[in-house]
């Protein structure tokens, strides 16, 4: 082991003025190509999900969301249908300069795209927005964007659902409505005393209500008894329909908005010592590689002469 490695450092001393030449000159065309690779800067906004769906609870327990509503909101950023929006708000295409009759330049614009905006979730359940542009302005209101349309986003999303189910229930009340009407209708048929079903509707809970003044008629039973029912069946579904509605029309929690986007001047890339380094380490082992095999193969041609 301690032979191999004195054996290594043996050969590197031997060939360090090659190797010295090859990593100054990669250096060298590290930092060359760090003045015609384009300038990017970087905008950054930070936001926290809602932890309730209601504004009622929010008055009550105003506080952020968790883990699961942190990797919902990061879901929705990260979504086929945000991007899009994103996209078409600012003309990316335009901004990448891609030829759109190409076949490929959907795919090349999401590849972009998903490159230079970026979300990760940071240690305390916030969503972290990345935007690294050639344009600093550009980058910010990208961030930004993020912030401003995912409520929408979400809203859209909910939308469909919760109409849906307003429908449904209020369906289900209007049809409890027709029904207590026909029920009405059968009473008053068989007992046209009209203000008496008030009055008995209102007794039913008194214990020393006599109700046999107003079902005087054996036909009329059933037909009460069914009134009763659909009677404090429609209390509920009205409770939930004027629920239901008064939710609907209210708008739904935002998102908090800790840090807002700013252009920044500063870039963040290319970076000169990043790609000096690189380049040093590639021509320094492309150099070494191609030592090796000249060395291997002399060994062999002596070997075999």
């Known amino acids: 082991m301690k032979e ?35 300038k990017k800067y970087l905008s950054t906004a930070i936001i926290y999900p809602y932890n309730s769906h ?22 929705l950023l990260e979504s086929k249908s945000m ?13 990448y300069e891609l030829d759109t009759n190409s ?52 809203e859209s999303i909910f939308k469909e659902n919760r109409e849906a189910e307003f429908r449904a229930i209020q369906s289900e009340y209007d049809q409890s409505k027709d029904e207590l009407q026909k029920l ?10 009209g203000g008496l079903l008030y009055n008995f509707m209102e007794n039913l809970n008194n214990e020393n209500f006599d109700p ?7 036909r009329m039973e059933d037909v009460v008894e069914q009134y009763v029912y659909e009677s404090h069946r429609n209390k509920v579904l009205r409770n939930e329909f004027d629920q239901m509605k008064t939710a609907l029309e209210e708008p739904l929690p935002s998102v908090y908005s800790i840090d807002v986007a700013v252009p920044s001047h500063k870039k963040v890339s290319p970076s000169f010592s990043v790609n000096i380094a690189i380049g040093a380490m590639l021509v320094f082992f492309i150099v070494l590689t191609i030592r090796l095999v000249l060395d291997k193969w002399k060994e062999l041609r002596s070997e075999n002469p």
């Open 184 to 193: 009405k209708d059968s009473i008053y048929a068989l007992s046209p005393s």
């Open 212 to 218: 046999s003044g107003f079902v005087a008629d054996p």
């Open 103 to 154: 076949k490929s330049w959907k795919a090349e614009l999401a590849a972009r795209y998903i490159e230079d905006v970026s979300f990760f979730r940071s240690k305390y359940l916030s969503v972290v927005i990345h935007a690294t542009l050639k344009d600093p302005e550009l980058a910010a209101d990208i961030a930004n964007f993020q912030v401003e349309e995912i409520n929408d986003y979400r």
């Open 4 to 38: 191999s490695q004195s054996s290594g450092l043996t050969y590197f001393y031997k060939n360090r003025k090659l190797f010295g030449i090859a990593l100054v000159v990669g250096a060298v065309l590290g930092l060359s190509l760090t003045f015609f690779v384009p």
């Open 83 to 95: 991007r899009d929006r994103t996209i078409e708000k600012f003309k990316l295409y335009e901004y």
């Open 54 to 75: 209601t504004r009622g609870d929010l008055v009550v327990n105003p506080q952020f969301g968790f883990e699961v509503e942190t990797e919902q909101l990061l879901q």
